[in-house]
């Protein structure tokens, strides 16, 4: 392992990142607001932190390794959530505690949409902007790391798309150079986010609000300008038309950037998560929409639009509302929830899972069903044609496996710090599976969350953003001897 590498590129990355300050610092100048100083400290100490983090290595030019690639990855995401968060530190008028920027910093740059923030319809919008342009960055960073990186580390989703025949080729590179699939999928990323905020324009945001929440949209994140969220614009033409982005945002990147090239649409029906990601979508849609009117909790017009919108909101762990859905009759608030774990599609924004993964943990299970009638039969296990060799199945459990050990273990830490059962349970599936909203003490916002609890849910944000592995890996003995 290369760290003179490592550091080399983290110093370019933050000398980069602290460029995304220059838009909310020229908008605090347009509007004369006391964020200016903030702005300029924060660029300021990250620009030069970074060129101190770059000079002593900038000589550095050792062939990557995948140890270099793990540090890489996860120091993105840890040394970023924390320069990030020096706007909201040294905003006065915030009057955050330092872990609280760190929190707001975090689930920005992990698309999660959590906030401590309360009365966002009075913050400047500097700072608004600032927040919403955290989660775009994160939106396509994830979608460049898990389509063009992570596949060469052997860890990520896209490792996954081997099994698959039908539809274009998924081989872990769109294009034949990693910078040609970054600036493929950075076309594509740019051009649903100026879709998204025209559309919204016309439906009758503002233009403000529409980039912002075409910011979030895209991203997957749940960043709103305002407190009510979605629900302040009272109009179910904007709520369909978040609807419709939320769900493209939920898929593959890959297969968007293949539609586009090939200028054919057929490419998704071949594809096999993405039918059983729309096809799980759409049985929470339902059930959601029907127990909403069955229960009178709104009336058949409302239930409809309602329904459709927080179901798509929740699942694609985007966290978008437009009521507090924890009040919700019944069993709809635990479910939703729980389908949320599920989150997107791999090569996406969005969180949780993954469809890709949790179908073919349904596929071994009905493989295993039809083993027991049939013990002496060969049953292999396809995802289209093609069958999936054993390691990818074995991986694939041992992610799940890992994953629910580390949800246990979280929630039973937060637990530890005073909070209550439903508000842990959701909070850990809130964050580990970058969503946002969750129920209990945390259905609208985190403020009333202790500082110790923050903390250990911003590790929760960055170990699911990381899907997990990426992030432990760096715990192990192993993975620091020489």
Avoid at 185 to 198: E, I, P
């Amino acid at each position: 392992m290369h760290l003179s590498i490592s550091f080399r590129i983290l110093g370019i990355l933050l000398m980069l990142f602290s460029s995304a300050m220059l838009p909310p610092l020229m908008m605090a100048l347009l509007e004369d607001d006391n964020t200016v100083t903030g702005f300029l400290s924060a660029l300021s100490i990250s620009f030069i932190s970074g060129l101190a983090i770059w000079l002593p290595t900038r000589g550095a030019k050792h062939e990557l390794r995948i140890r270099d690639g793990f540090l890489i990855t996860s120091l993105f995401w840890v040394v970023l959530g924390l320069f990030g968060a020096l706007p909201f530190a040294l905003t006065e008028s915030l009057t955050l505690s330092p872990i609280e920027a760190i929190f707001e910093s975090v689930s920005g740059l992990t698309t999660t949409g959590a906030t401590v923030i309360v009365g966002l319809d009075h913050l400047p919008q500097s700072i608004l902007l600032y927040r919403h342009l955290l989660q775009w960055l994160g939106g396509i960073g994830i979608i460049v790391v898990a389509v063009a990186v992570l596949p060469m580390l052997g860890i990520g989703g896209m490792q996954l798309y081997r099994a698959e025949t039908p539809g274009p080729s998924k081989d872990s590179k769109l294009t034949p150079r990693i910078t040609g699939t970054a600036k493929a999928l950075f076309s594509v990323y740019v051009g649903l986010t100026l879709a998204c905020a025209l559309a919204y324009y016309t439906a009758g945001m503002s233009g403000f609000d529409a980039i912002c929440h075409a910011f979030s949209t895209v991203a997957i994140g749940g960043f709103s300008t305002h407190d009510a969220s979605m629900g302040y614009f009272e109009s179910d033409k904007i709520l369909i038309i978040c609807s419709i982005f939320m769900v493209i945002s939920a898929i593959n990147f890959g297969l968007h950037f293949q539609a586009w090239r090939s200028r054919n649409t057929s490419v998704y029906s071949k594809d096999s998560e993405t039918r059983f990601f729309l096809s799980v979508l759409l049985i929470g849609i339902v059930i959601t929409c029907i127990h909403l009117w069955r229960t009178n909790t709104m009336d058949t017009s409302d239930s409809i639009v309602q329904g459709i919108f927080h179901a798509i909101s929740i699942t694609t762990t985007t966290g978008f509302a437009t009521q507090d859905f924890s009040t919700w009759p019944t069993f709809l608030p635990i479910m939703l929830l729980l389908f949320s774990f599920m989150g997107g599609c791999v090569g996406s924004t969005g969180g949780g899972i993954k469809a890709m993964r949790l179908m073919l943990i349904y596929k071994q299970g009905i493989r295993e069903l039809k083993q027991l009638v049939h013990p002496q039969a060969v049953i292999p296990l396809k995802v289209g044609k093609r069958r999936v060799e054993a390691t990818v199945v074995s991986a694939v459990w041992s992610f799940f496996a890992v994953y629910v050990i580390s949800y246990i273990i979280i929630m039973l830490v937060l637990m530890a710090t005073g909070m209550d059962f439903i508000t842990a349970f959701s909070a850990v599936a809130a964050s580990l599976n970058n969503l946002g909203p969750g129920l209990g003490q945390v259905a609208s916002n985190y403020s009333a969350v202790s500082d110790t609890a923050m903390g250990v849910l911003c590790f929760s944000m960055l170990l699911g953003r990381l899907e997990i592995f990426t992030l432990l890996v760096l715990f192990t003995p192993m993975f620091w001897r020489p």
